[in-house]
């Protein structure tokens, strides 16, 4: 979606290695998260940012950390991939706390991770 | 914990058909419900209900909040291949989106 990129769109990597998502916004939002999608689960949390270096875990968090440096740069990491971790990620902005006005969420546009 | 559970799973319908998705939710802080279809790629937004009763609708989708017994349905009439998609609900409750896990919905000629 306009605004909102994420790299690499796809990625095969071998299981112990680390890997870094990266997902770039350029609407100036506030908060930014990070969710998995994955067959009969719909989408899940994994962290999200409220702000530059204030991040708070999801849902399913454990095995993956998350930066945030700069207000349009949100990093996932995956510390020592495993097969599980095998998913689509997706990265989401949005203006408000509150949902506010503008549908939610912007999504990017997700990618695709194997691992093997 | 937030949970959103959908229903049915899945659903195989013929073009023409109506068809009704079913969304209940526990949300603490509830601030609205989204409905997004996602046809492989990312989720596109379809509807936001803050309100009970009020129905919202877009062409042949259409949709209403039951803020009273936690739920929302989604209809689609007069069903058309372009609508076989994933079609998720979200409830926005403190500061997040939690979805279900989505109705698949596959629409034969």
């Known amino acids: 979606d306009a605004g909102i990129t994420q790299s690499p769109r796809h990625k095969v990597t071998e299981t112990g290695t680390p890997v870094t998502l990266r997902c770039h916004q350029t609407e100036n939002h506030r908060y930014m998260y990070w969710y998995r999608q994955d067959p009969g689960h719909g989408l899940r949390l994994i962290h999200y940012s409220y702000g530059v270096k204030d991040t708070d875990k999801g849902e399913v968090s454990d095995g993956y950390s998350v930066s945030r440096s700069k207000t349009e740069d949100f990093l996932l990491t995956l510390e020592s991939a495993t097969s599980s971790q095998t998913s689509v990620y997706f990265c989401a902005i949005s203006e408000s706390w509150a949902g506010g006005p503008n549908y939610g969420y912007t999504f990017g546009s997700g990618t695709r991770l194997t691992v093997v | 914990e937030d949970k959103v559970v959908q229903s049915p799973l899945s659903l195989v319908v013929h073009e023409g058909d109506t068809v009704t998705l079913n969304c209940s939710y526990e949300v603490t802080n509830f601030r609205s419900l989204l409905w997004y279809k996602q046809e492989k790629k990312a989720p596109t937004f379809l509807f936001m209900l803050?309100?009970?009763?009020i129905e919202k609708k877009s062409g042949r989708l259409s949709s209403i909040l039951d803020k009273k017994e936690l739920f929302s349905i989604l209809n689609i009439t007069a069903t058309q291949t372009g609508d076989s998609a994933v079609y998720l609900c979200?409830?926005?409750?403190?500061?997040?989106?939690?979805f279900g896990q989505g109705t698949i919905l596959t629409v034969h000629p």
């Open positions: 803050t309100s009970s009763g």
């Open positions: 979200a409830v926005w409750g403190y500061g997040k989106l939690t």
